[in-house]
């Protein structure tokens, strides 16, 4: 399985140099295995082939691993597309042993052992006898007889709720005067191990129906961004159940040389996820690009499920191109609800980014009030998307179990944090920065203020404005069961400015996190307002409207500067668009207003994937030296693609998709490629136009045989050099 | 610098694909310079040149950087081997300025530029004007005139407590009305600016000169290693002071692409030191290996010095071969000392390791209570070396300023700690494992439990003796200004068994390490000692002592297996070499005692560096079961190497070192390479004798000429496949 990449050659000279450092290389691989003897002799050989006729013999094992017998209903995995039982540990399964003759309960001695991974270890967990006990014990492996019948026996054997999660072998194993005699390894019989929600003793134990209904079983859902004034979103299959996807995850631990004693605990499976869902350091599942070109890979845009993403990364080896933080949270979502913890994509509106738990993000205008584009250096993120996993924190104090922050988006700040978290939700509240893991950086990202600095002529910097309210301005997550938007920023911060806000502030100031102190307020003796409409479609023209207001009874002399820039959605200007100086002499309690126009034009040729526009218009007042300053976004609304179905979708029989599309640009696009996902459990259909001319239509019709029952979800994206972001679903219910 | 290494052009790769992420790259490097403008016009250019000749022009800048003028002895810099000025932050130099007039306060504004790195920022503080001011304000930079005289003028300059460490350039910068004019680009005017543990307000405060003397300037030391009832040590060079070691330090941050305004931190700075010390996944500067071979590079034992380990990892820009715990942490001290930060290595006896924050180690006995080599994994360390930093930690609650643990030897848990710390050691001590950083492992490394178990027939395992007194039994540090050494392990660990003791184990066993709970005690009825003589020279037989006590009143039938090993320090067996058994029937409250003898020719062929045998006697009593077992290490002596000074230790004078070395096996050493350190600033001295004949001598000299005055160390090591860890030093004062 993993000899074909590079990485695992230097992995095993790495592996030669610790000949004096273990006794055993680490056993952190399910796919590697070790040979079970088939008799494992006492020492007392006796002459000849020993004579074994008396002695049990196991003849079949029916692990009842199909989805509509008992085991895989019971422990919520029927829906998982694979041959193998899977079970939720912390409750029993059935298996059921054929004999070559009646068991005796007296006389035979016989037990199932399960071994993970090379060199496995009773210490470690990693093998386990299991013996056949009168009632099942709470919290250990056990196994009891529930029925017998002629030769066979029915056992109902449990997993503890702290059982290492991965794929198991199973062997039986009978006592003889003479050694122990094992069954031969029978892949059939392996059985998954996974996170149980619905255990209480489980450290992932989620005391609520729905609750697990969302966050464990859905395997599709809604991925939120744009601004926090204009929400878009967009539809994701997250897939957890499809072939090979439970493989994948493990392969990615596995690839992580997590050592398999330690994936009993989800701190620390949900740790070194976020580190393997990005490609850095580790080889990991997502290369993240923000370059706007995306050669030799599919564009970040383009993805609708996390399903091809994985595949493709346990099928090749190789680090997947292209991920941006929705895309690595997307696929973490489908490794944490896969492996069985519950996990929720969480979207954080303007969030402050690669900052070293500094509470501010400074702006930088020059001596006339303008933007200083080469001095300023830092960005706000319109968005950036993570996840919550729920788990309790026996690491911690007590209160802070729950949902945790983890983050697979890889940071530039000193740590180079490619892995992040988990940091309980509820400390970040709370400011507490200091319990682990890098609840700073969170903290961070949703409590940073926004500096703007005056530059003097003699390049020295004075502080101007500090705004407190225009970062983690909205924290969004998916309703439970339903399309909708679901507000927990209630869960990250106190209402801004309340008493508890400033404590939970003073706290995380306390252990570290930096902030720059407001200077006193001066006198408001004049306001600055912008306005851009609320919703501007892409290939428009729009105005920007700007309302100076004199609130003195002096004559007040103006000069604001509009910069406009088409932005990353990290903030990052790709390129200025517009650049207007207006001045305006307004009298006593008088408002000037002015509109600057943005035509389609000037951004069209520039755009990058999200669309994004951003405003910053600053400026002083003579008199005074008042310093003003407002930032805008425009997000520009990309046409939907338009799915529509023909025919009833019937479970097994075929029928059509209509895809709709029109092309809202003045320009021909070129190289058009269109993604539909959901049509196929593995691979996305992929079709391509070479050019849709300047506001044309197209249509296109896609044949398939729904494969499952109940509400499923067909998804498309359009992806071109001039425009991305461009999505459309469908939701069918399959009867 | 960074050109030429393959590492880099990956690192700009990556860059690439960051346009749309970051404004501008991080400023990560103190090697990469921007260019400053010589002349910064105001916009309002002047028809032709303007007319300068008014203003102040700089002709010449003192920065008083000689070892014997002002600034170096105020601040404890005299020592750096540096042609540039180096401070210590927090704490005022003197600079004088000559300009072409002399300086008129009233009419002429000048001030100095300090820039460090690439996209220098004065919001990041790596871009910092510092005005003329008529005092000194604490806790910010400034610059005050001190005199003035004719044309020149001296300035007092200051930087703040919590300043960026590293290597400013500076300029000096004139208004005039056109724009701003500075001085060139002068490298021998830039200033390294390093942590100050005697300024009250610097994290590294430490208030003791006795401390600062040893932990921040003593450039040598020792290493404890061996067994803590048989301790060894060997001397090292530390170097701090050395030529280009500062500037390889910097180059290791750099490497590690640390953005440079998170470098006033020494926590910060401390573990991002602790990933950069070991190769992994970084390209730092030391390879770990413990394969006994050691192709290709030097062997771990060999080195004396840090020096020429930092300097080839500065010129090669490859990490070096090879290093184990001792070398990691021996380096680690050079780097934090020569940083600034008080630092001290320290040594841990029978050290847990690679445990996962499991309180628990191993061993596994068969039925007839013979260790189960196949089964047991575990290993102890027979010591392990990290280090100790000094420094106040804003980032927790009160009470855990003061030493904290940094461990740069790479550990192969689940977390891939390929960096570890700073963790407080108060927070060892007190269980409070949950404080950043790694505190669990650490904690586990110093308590964890020896548990032995007894494998049945069937496989199971039952829990025999646990342990509890056989790990961290011993933890050293260097005495203040000696030889010496200090029992530290009170900082770490109350008493065993102490009520304080248990109340640490509950608390660190809340926060997730570990353990296994000891069985109930049964009747002693049967006592078992070893005794392993205190001193045994290599290449000598010797016996080990077996006592089998029966404290009851029946007749007892004993068995015991003496399992005899040469093993790595890291406690991992190489190969037995001895296994015998004994049987004994004892009469009640009688002793029985056995002498094994270990022959010479037994381990001789087979010993690796440290020359360890480890033994293990277990077994147990017919009549009650009652399990025995005792471990036992030897530790073989090995002859040291002999050096003696031919005349006086003059300063600039040459003079001769006689080494002298007798071969104690009985068979001939090849290919024997000694290694000289401290003869000269940079490398050591290599000597290569292809054959040194059975139980003979050698004698060699070595001319050298002192280069500093005072207490120096010449250290000298000899390796060969046959024999390490071979060591002399000879202490000279030179006059």
Redesign the interface.
């Known amino acids: 399985m993993s000899a074909s990449s590079p990485d695992d050659s230097n992995s095993r000279r790495a592996l030669?140099?610790?000949?004096?450092?273990?006794?055993?290389p680490?056993n952190n691989s399910n796919a590697e295995e070790n040979e079970v003897l088939d008799f494992e002799y006492?020492g007392l050989t006796p002459r000849g082939p020993p004579n074994l006729e008396d002695f049990l013999e196991v003849w079949s094992v029916d692990v009842h691993q199909n989805p509509d017998d008992i085991n895989k209903k019971q422990h919520h995995t029927e829906l998982y597309d694979c041959r193998n039982l899977i079970v939720r540990r912390g409750q029993p399964f059935q298996i059921t042993i054929t004999f070559n003759r009646a068991y005796n309960s007296g006389k035979d001695?016989f037990?199932v052992?399960f071994l993970i991974g090379r060199?496995p270890?009773?210490?470690?967990q990693t093998y386990v006898?299991v013996?056949i006990q009168e009632q099942l014990e709470k919290g250990k492996w056990g196994a009891m007889v529930t029925s017998t019948r002629a030769n066979t026996l029915s056992l109902s054997v449990v997993s503890p709720p702290h059982c290492i999660v991965g794929r198991f072998r199973m062997y039986f194993?009978v006592?003889t005067p003479y050694g122990?005699r094992r069954t031969a390894r029978d892949p059939d019989t392996d059985i998954y191990v996974i996170f149980n929600p619905w255990c209480r003793e489980d450290m992932v134990y989620l005391d609520n129906e729905a609750e697990n209904e969302e966050y464990v079983l859905n395997d599709a859902g809604r991925i939120y961004y744009g601004k926090f004034t204009e929400i878009t979103s967009r539809p994701w299959i997250f897939g957890q159940f499809e072939r090979d996807i439970l493989d994948s995850c493990i392969y990615m631990l596995d690839r992580?040389?997590?050592?398999l004693?330690?994936r009993s605990c989800p701190i620390?499976v949900s740790?070194?996820a976020s580190a393997m869902i990005n490609a850095k350091?580790d080889a990991g599942v997502l290369?993240?690009?923000?370059?706007?070109k995306y050669a030799n890979g599919v564009a970040p845009t383009a993805w609708n499920s996390s399903v091809e993403i994985l595949l493709q990364y346990f099928q090749t080896q190789l680090p997947v191109c292209?991920g941006q933080c929705w895309v690595f949270a997307a696929v973490f979502n489908t490794v944490l609800r896969c492996l069985g913890i519950p996990a929720r994509l969480v979207t954080n509106f303007s969030s402050a980014h690669?900052n070293?738990a500094n509470l501010?993000t400074?702006i930088?205008l020059d001596e006339n009030g303008k933007k200083d584009m080469n001095?300023?250096?830092?960005?706000i993120w319109n968005y950036h998307c993570w996840n919550e996993c729920w788990m309790s924190r026996?690491?911690?104090?007590p209160g802070y179990d729950g949902w945790q922050v983890v983050d697979a988006t890889p940071q530039?700040?000193?740590?180079?944090m490619f892995r992040c978290g988990p940091a309980s939700v509820n400390a970040i509240k709370h400011g507490q920065?200091?319990?682990?893991y890098d609840a700073?950086f969170i903290y961070a990202e949703v409590n940073s203020d926004v500096?703007y600095?005056n530059r003097q002529?003699?390049?020295?910097?004075i502080k101007g404005d500090v705004k407190t309210d225009e970062v983690g301005m909205l924290i969004l997550t998916q309703e439970i069961g339903s399309n909708d938007r679901k507000d927990i920023t209630d869960q990250y911060k106190y209402p801004e400015g309340s008493q508890a806000d400033r404590a939970a502030q003073d706290t995380a100031i306390?252990?570290?996190v930096k902030k720059e102190e407001a200077v006193a307020e001066t006198a408001v003796d004049a306001t600055l307002n912008v306005h851009v409409p609320e919703k501007v479609l892409l290939g428009t023209n729009f105005d920007v409207g700007i309302e100076l207001k004199n609130n003195s009874s002096e004559k007040q002399h103006m000069t604001v500067h509009l910069n406009g820039c088409v932005v990353?959605y990290?903030g990052?200007?790709?390129i200025q668009i517009k650049d207007k100086t207006i001045k305006a002499s307004v009298e006593p309690h008088q408002v000037y207003q002015a509109q600057v126009k943005i035509k389609s034009k000037d951004y069209e040729d520039h755009l990058?994937e999200q669309s994004i526009l951003h405003f910053l218009v600053s400026g002083h007042v003579a008199e005074t030296g008042q310093t003003l300053a407002v930032q805008k976004t425009v997000i520009l609304q990309i046409p939907k693609l338009n799915l529509k179905a023909e025919g009833p979708a019937v479970y097994g029989r075929e029928m059509i998709i209509v895809i709709e599309f029109t092309n809202p640009l003045k320009k021909p696009l070129e190289e058009v490629i269109l993604r539909i996902d959901g049509l196929d459990t593995q691979k996305p259909k992929l079709k391509i136009f070479s050019s849709i001319p300047e506001s044309a239509t197209f249509t296109t019709k896609e044949w398939f045989v729904p494969w499952r029952r109940g509400i499923r979800k067909v998804i498309a994206s359009l992806d071109c050099k001039a425009l991305k972001q461009v999505v459309g679903e469908l939701e069918l219910n399959v009867i």
Request: charge should be negative.
């Open positions: 030669a140099s610790y000949v004096g450092r273990r006794i055993t680490s006492f001695k037990w052992e060199y270890d009773i210490t470690k006898p013996y194993a006592m122990i992580a040389r997590m050592p004693q330690t620390k740790r070194v350091d290369v993240g690009c923000w370059d706007g292209y690669d070293d501010t400074d930088i001095l300023t250096k830092d960005s026996y690491d911690l104090p530039e700040t000193s740590e180079g920065v200091y319990l682990p700073p500096v600095w002529k003699d390049g020295s910097l306390q252990y570290g990353f990290t990052v200007p790709k990058v």
